[in-house]
Each structure stands twice: as structure tokens, then as C-alpha cells.
């Protein structure tokens, strides 16, 4: 009986020691390193949530570390703070860099350049998407990769 109860100290030493390891090493790693995000709306439809409903959402792990080391590509989805919500996050397409030019589809200017430091991002779901067109360049600072 007096092993038994020995064992169990020592499980639950173990199960202890294990915790206040592993807690703060996750938190490092979602912090530093990757997030995971569910997909909501219609925005990015088809490549993401091809439902559009809540229930059926996607679950995406974003990329923390590639945005901070600026190893951003056209094509790479990211998500941004919303600046009309700065407590919501929205996922959409990088479409332009740094120095590149574009033809907006309704931004206040028709040709832009996009500054130094940002990238434009659009949704794929055109028309049904809150992004570049209506804010205009989003930071390197605010993204993280999908």
C-alpha cells in the first residue's frame, strides 16, 4: 500500500513539474511563433470557409515568425487588425509589396504605390470583403501569415 501511495506522489510530481514546463513554453510558441484562428464570413470564399457559416468555419495556424522576419510573398494570406474593429482580426491575400504599384478597385486613388513598410491585401471573395480597397496599405507590423 505505502508503494502505491509513493507512485502516486511521484505521478503527480511528474504531471506537476511537466505543467509548469509546458505552459510556459506554449505560451512562447503562440506568442513568438504560430497562432491558431477560425475563419468567419464570406471573404474569403472559396479558398477559406467555402460554407460561409459560423458552424462549418475553418481553423487556420498562422505563421507569427515569417512576418516578423519580413519573409512576406504575393499570394501568402495573413491576418490584420480590422481598422474599423481594432478587437477583431480579418484574414485576406497580400496582392501587392513594398514599391510595388497597383490598380486599386475603388481606394480613393485609382494607382497607388504601396509604401515602404506595407503591403495591400485583398479578400478573394470580391465585393464581400473589407480590405485594402476601403483602408488603404495595411503595416508589416499588424500581419501575421497563414
Keep these: 500500500m505505502a508503494q502505491q501511495a509513493g ?15 509546458a ?6 510558441v503562440l506568442d513568438r511563433f504560430a497562432y491558431v484562428a477560425r475563419v ?8 477559406l470557409n467555402p ?7 475553418d481553423v487556420v495556424l498562422l505563421n507569427r515568425w ?7 510573398r504575393r499570394g ?14 480579418i484574414i485576406k491575400r497580400v496582392i501587392a509589396l513594398e514599391g510595388d504599384f497597383i490598380k486599386t478597385l475603388g481606394y480613393k486613388n485609382r494607382y497607388l504605390r504601396v509604401p515602404d513598410g506595407h503591403f495591400w491585401i485583398e479578400g478573394d471573395h470580391h465585393g464581400h470583403s473589407l480590405d ?4 488603404g496599405p495595411v ?8
Design 7 to 21: 507512485a502516486g506522489r511521484r505521478y503527480i510530481r511528474a504531471f506537476v513539474s511537466g505543467f509548469f514546463v
Design 23 to 28: 505552459v510556459p513554453v506554449t505560451v512562447t
Design 40 to 47: 468567419e464570413g464570406a471573404s474569403m470564399q472559396p479558398s
Design 51 to 57: 460554407e460561409g457559416n459560423v458552424t462549418g468555419s
Design 66 to 72: 515569417s512576418v516578423r522576419n519580413y519573409q512576406v
Design 76 to 89: 501568402d494570406i495573413v491576418s490584420v487588425l480590422s481598422p474599423k474593429n481594432p478587437q477583431q482580426k
Design 132 to 135: 485594402s480597397n476601403s483602408f
Design 139 to 146: 503595416s508589416h507590423f499588424s500581419a501575421q501569415i497563414l
